[in-house]
């Protein structure tokens, strides 16, 4: 199973700021995703992350407010645009081979003030 | 729109009883299934997958798929105090864009009382 690593583990930021957060994987890896969840909710799948190609974003996430990059097989990056209140959640990333289980990290904890 | 169905609980259960856990999906070509667990305040952690129909044993966790029915379930014998969580069902998508794209169920919140 893949080892995930977070960073920043949580943060609180002001209105208006962007904020970057990093996932590192133990290995190799084809997929990379990142995840939302709100307070008491499921998770919602924000994009796929392709390495040395675009994200593939899901229906009502756009790459203008969550830019991602993947330079390389084990690692990734969301960068969560001139934040609002409501952006506030937990950011997940999760790393796996086609079809096969998905492994996450332990989550980045964001508060927009 | 590809769904995910489970019964949001809470499902309460004694000390040593048996959970039962269910899940229904609607897009039929999909090829794999998981279990996850979550603790207040941590990320999901895999319990179990399956990918073919009928049961698959771990430990005190039993996982049933049914295809047809498009009915997937999980079982835990035995429930201790430490089950006590969130129990998300996740289902990969069977083809086309959705495939390799994990859909999660609102989840089953689980507390084994003693």
């Known amino acids: 199973s893949a080892v995930i690593s977070q960073k920043p583990s949580r943060d609180i930021c002001q209105r208006g700021t962007s904020l970057t957060i990093q996932c590192q994987v133990d290995?190799?890896?084809?997929?990379m995703f990142w995840y939302r969840q709100q307070p008491g909710q499921s998770l919602t799948l924000i994009a796929t992350?392709?390495?040395?190609?675009?994200?593939?974003?899901e229906s009502g996430f756009v790459i203008d407010k969550f830019p991602i990059s993947r330079p390389n097989l084990t690692f990734s990056t969301l960068t969560v645009s001139n934040m609002s209140p409501e952006d506030s959640s937990i950011y997940l990333c999760?790393?796996?081979?086609?079809?096969?289980?998905?492994?996450f990290g332990p989550g980045t904890r964001l508060l927009v003030l | 729109q590809k769904e995910v169905e489970q019964n949001s609980g809470p499902l309460s259960v004694p000390e040593g009883a048996i959970a039962s856990l269910n899940c229904t999906y609607s897009?039929?070509?999909?090829?794999?299934f998981f279990w996850y667990r979550q603790y207040s305040g941590k990320s999901p952690e895999l319990i179990m997958s399956?990918?073919?129909?009928g049961d698959k044993e771990d430990g005190r966790f039993t996982a049933q798929l049914n295809k047809a029915s498009q009915y997937v379930s999980l079982l835990i014998r035995d429930s201790q105090p430490s089950d006590s969580a969130t129990y998300l069902c996740?289902?990969?998508?069977?083809?086309?864009?959705?495939?390799?794209?994990?859909?999660f169920g609102q989840g089953t919140i689980l507390t084994v009382h003693p």
């Open positions: 999760s790393a796996g081979e086609y079809g096969e289980t998905q492994y």
């Open positions: 897009d039929r070509v999909s090829q794999s």
């Open positions: 996740a289902v990969n998508g069977g083809g086309g864009t959705s495939y390799g794209k994990l859909t």
């Open positions: 290995s190799q890896v084809t997929m």
């Open positions: 992350a392709n390495q040395g190609s675009e994200a593939t974003y």
């Open positions: 399956i990918y073919s129909n």
